[in-house]
């Protein structure tokens, strides 16, 4: 029987070929680490039948081998394996003389990330191994963005040519003539990705009776992509020598009869060119904002209000792009490729972005149903959230509501959100902002240790307590210019002073004085911005906007169902929520009652001169009721969709239906409406005397009654929905609210008579109100309870008949459908502008 000797931290293990190996930081595994870099179950050791194997599970900073990621490799004597990090990451070595492996002792053989490849795929290992990446010098130049051909029919690339800048594939993966090469997450397919963000059969290359290839989409939930642009799910896309095809954090090229793979394991490079933002009137507030950032960097941008901050930010991140200039991503143009690098992008806003009603835990579990494929299964999410939680030392307050966290951990809940998806950039915005200086450390610490475990960061701060643990500082000016990039060490003796403090003052003081200026004619300028600035943007033409529209990853009815069971246990975790859902109704219920309680909802009979005496009841009732359903309905959705806006700008960059999410707010919302419609009129109608024969339901003249009031409380909770999605903060929505309750009262035809007043009667049309009560008076016969002065027309839309009730109910829905209509095109204002277009 082969034996093989694994070796690490001064302990050996005689591995028994019987049986598998695993490896990682749970204590439960065969071989512990007690390392933060290392996965909880990192890979594992195993015999094959041939040879030994270890496989790498998806770990988060990886596993290597001479300096190269591994995600499946034949072992044999002296191979070394190191876990979490290429150099210094904790070491396994290996030992003895397993049979069926051929490598001379101690020669340890050339890694291929086999990735599960199928029968009749020969994998070939490099030549040489990839040389070791070297730390980045003062002077770091980013390559030139010539060095990606990402325009088809290009220049063909030789063998060995980078797919992104200048780096080595990852794995080359030899073509068979005439068979079909099946890329995705399951196990049976040719070529095996393990990444979530890879549906189970994802696509696959095949060549053409012309001999050359092709791409074909197996109907993916996140896509895939052909330079960068989404090709049509379940379609095919001819490749040319130059074409760059993405599938999840994977990226391949055919090169002669080979397919070169590069996977994307976080450590990229992150650069800014003449980035230049106007606005109306002309007025610039970012200008010629140029810096570069090499891989595994925490990179900090301060300065004062109003230098371009945020607006720098948001032209990062692809929310709002710049005007002119150009993100690159590792060499990948981010306004042009955004469908396909939004998935490797994370970005954390000031306000957090989850429910605080939720537990830690159902929160990320809603955000994982929602990035992930549909084909996830359960029990993947489950491990990717376990995991994300022990990496960022939440596991202790998973159980926790949002709410019940300090300011510090909500931040990290919210940075573990953005993990879910293993991103390699990270943005985060003024995450330290209203955290005491212990907070402030702590989070900034968690953003160096991302950093140091194979990501990009970078941080818009007021804080200046912590820079001095970032690789890089921006610094922006009054205006919206570089004031000064590079070490946060040299910074202030750069601009001359002791203190930021000082530093700041002279912004505030010195407005009109050139920083920009100053900077771009220092030394520092020319060791840490020069080369990045002196390359010109590129000038490729921009793809059809429809074109950018990312894939979503769940179908629409898997996004609805989501959205509504979040929601729904966000309103149940709300108890105080929940009371006031009954009470408020029962309350205006009551209220009516007051009036007259001995009064019925009937006609008066003829006097002895034959004249019909208005019953004033009838009407003063109605109208109570109708504004306690405007109100209770409007009130229900006011705020839903300003209080939301941060977590929808987020979700919906990253694939979110927008109908969907409004359509999951009108489902619960309209349940809640219609309910409480139905209490107030049980309430207002059941001690009160009305007609035994209604138009419609005949002796249920009760519910006849009370489904205009529901049907009312729905179309306000719609107005109410408008005002929510057109409004910029929450304070602003409850004078709109009273305003929209007072506007229905007048708008009744309780007051006064409506019909016959021109304009006023026209204007009507278009509150519910009119239309509600126009309905419950029809079935009331409203125009022999309240009939009109002599010489006035009886209004039409009380008519007590079956089509003048049909088309008050029809007029009443139609008008919460429009209302529907405009709140989905208000929302696109929400949306990243790239998405927009």
């Known amino acids: 029987m ?123 290992a490099p030549q040489q191994p990839a040389p070791q990446q070297q730390a980045p010098q003062a002077g770091w130049q980013q390559p030139p963005a010539g060095n990606i051909p990402q325009q088809q029919g290009g220049p063909a690339a030789g063998p060995g040519a980078p797919v992104y800048g200048d780096r080595s594939p990852t794995t080359f993966h030899q073509f068979s003539l005439g068979r079909v090469m099946r890329i995705g997450r399951s196990l049976e397919n040719d070529l095996v990705v393990s990444d979530l963000q890879v549906s189970r059969h994802h696509a696959e290359f095949h060549s053409t009776p012309d001999g050359r290839m092709e791409i074909r989409d197996l109907g993916s939930h996140n896509g895939t992509y052909v330079n960068g642009q989404p090709i049509a799910k379940g379609g095919t896309t001819l490749l040319g020598p130059a074409d760059i095809v993405g599938v999840g954090h994977s990226t391949f090229r055919i090169v002669g009869d080979r397919l070169e793979e590069f996977v994307d394991t976080g450590e990229v490079s992150f650069s800014a060119r003449h980035l230049t933002v106007t606005v109306d009137g002309g007025k610039q507030i970012l200008k010629d904002v140029s810096f570069g950032v090499p891989e595994k960097s925490l990179i900090a941008v301060i ?227 020069a080369d990045i600035d002196a390359v010109a943007p590129q000038a490729v033409p921009m793809p059809a906007m429809q074109a950018m529209k990312p894939p979503k990853p769940q179908g629409w009815m898997s996004q609805f169902v989501t959205l509504v069971r979040r929601y729904t246990s966000v309103i149940a975790s709300d108890k105080g929520f929940l009371a006031l859902m009954v009470i408020l109704p029962a309350v205006l219920g009551a209220v ?52 939301e806006r941060v977590i929808y700008e987020r979700e919906r960059a990253t694939g979110l239906s927008r109908s969907a999410y409004l359509m999951s707010k009108v489902f619960v919302l309209g349940m809640i409406t219609v309910f409480q419609g139905l209490l107030v009129g049980v309430i207002g109608f059941s001690s009160r005397e009305i007609p035994e024969e209604g138009l419609v339901l005949g002796s249920a003249t009760m519910i006849e009654l009370s489904v205009p009031i529901m049907a009312l409380g729905f179309t306000s909770m719609m107005f109410g929905l408008i005002i929510s999605s057109l409004v910029k903060t929450a304070e602003k929505t409850m004078p709109l609210l009273v305003m929209f309750a007072i506007i229905q009262v007048v708008f009744t035809g309780c007051l006064f008579a409506l019909n016959g007043t021109v304009g006023v009667n026209q204007f009507s049309y278009l509150m519910p109100s009119r239309w509600a009560v126009a309905a419950a008076g029809a079935t009331l016969d409203f125009n022999k309870i309240s009939p009109p002065e002599e010489g006035v027309d009886t209004d039409p839309l009380w008519e007590h008949t079956v089509g003048a009730w049909g088309m008050d109910m029809v007029a009443l829905l139609a008008l919460g459908v429009i209302c529907g209509f405009f709140v989905a095109r208000f929302l696109r204002r929400h949306e990243p502008e790239v998405m927009r277009k």
């Not at 439960?28 to 496989?55: C, I, K, L, P, Y």
């Not at 004062?304 to 901050?309: D, I, L």
């Not at 489950?382 to 022990?390: D, G």
């Not at 943005?427 to 953003?447: A, I, K, W």
Request: with cysteine; glycine share 10%.
């Open 2 to 124: 082969p034996e093989l000797v694994l070796e690490t931290n001064g302990r050996t293990w005689t591995l028994d070929p019987s049986r598998s190996y695993t490896l990682g930081r749970d204590p439960q595994g065969d071989v512990v680490f007690d390392d933060a870099r290392v996965s909880w179950r990192h890979a594992t050791v195993s015999f094959n039948g041939r040879s030994w194997v270890v496989e790498d599970h998806g770990s988060t900073n990886g596993t290597f081998v001479q300096g190269q990621r591994i995600h499946q490799l034949e072992i044999g004597p002296g191979t070394a394996l190191h876990l979490g990090n290429a150099t210094d990451g904790p070491k396994v070595g290996l030992s003895g003389a397993p049979a069926g492996v051929t490598t001379p002792q101690g020669q340890p053989q050339q890694p291929y990330a086999a990735q599960g490849a199928g029968p009749g795929w020969a994998q070939q």
């Open 303 to 529: 300065g004062p209000s109003g230098s371009g901050k945020s607006t720098l930010l948001k032209a990062l991140t692809g929310y709002r792009p710049a005007n002119q200039g150009e993100v690159l991503y590792d060499n990948r143009n981010l306004y042009k490729q955004f469908a396909e690098l939004r998935q490797r992008i994370g970005l954390v806003p000031q306000d957090d972005i989850l429910h605080k009603e939720l537990t830690v835990k159902k929160a990320l579990k809603y955000a994982a149903k929602l990035r992930f494929p549909a084909d996830t299964t359960a029990a993947e999410r489950e491990a990717r959230i376990n995991e994300v939680l022990r990496e960022l030392k939440l596991d202790i307050h998973k159980d926790k509501k949002v709410t019940s966290l300090s300011g510090g951990q909500r931040k990290r809940v919210s940075v573990a959100l953005e993990l879910l998806t293993k991103p390699s950039l990270i943005f985060l915005d003024e995450p330290t902002s209203g955290l005491d200086p212990g907070m402030d450390r702590d989070v900034m610490q968690l953003l160096r240790g991302l950093a140091d475990d194979g990501r990009t960061v970078l941080v818009v701060t007021h804080s200046v307590a912590e820079l001095a643990i970032c690789d890089k500082l921006l610094v922006m000016a009054p205006g919206g210019s570089v004031a000064y990039f590079g070490p946060p060490e040299e910074a202030l003796n750069f601009f001359g002073y002791d203190t930021w403090a000082d530093v700041f003052s002279a912004f505030e003081n010195y407005r009109d004085y050139d920083w920009a200026g100053r900077w771009k004619g220092s030394q520092h300028y020319q060791m840490y911005a």
């Open 592 to 643: 009516s009652l007051l009036i007259d309680p001995d009064r019925g909802l009937l006609p008066n009979p003829p006097n002895q001169a034959g004249r019909v005496i208005p019953n004033g009841t009838a009407t003063t009732v109605l109208l109570i009721l109708a504004v306690g359903a405007c109100f209770a309905g409007a009130a229900n959705s006011v705020r839903e969709l300003i209080k």
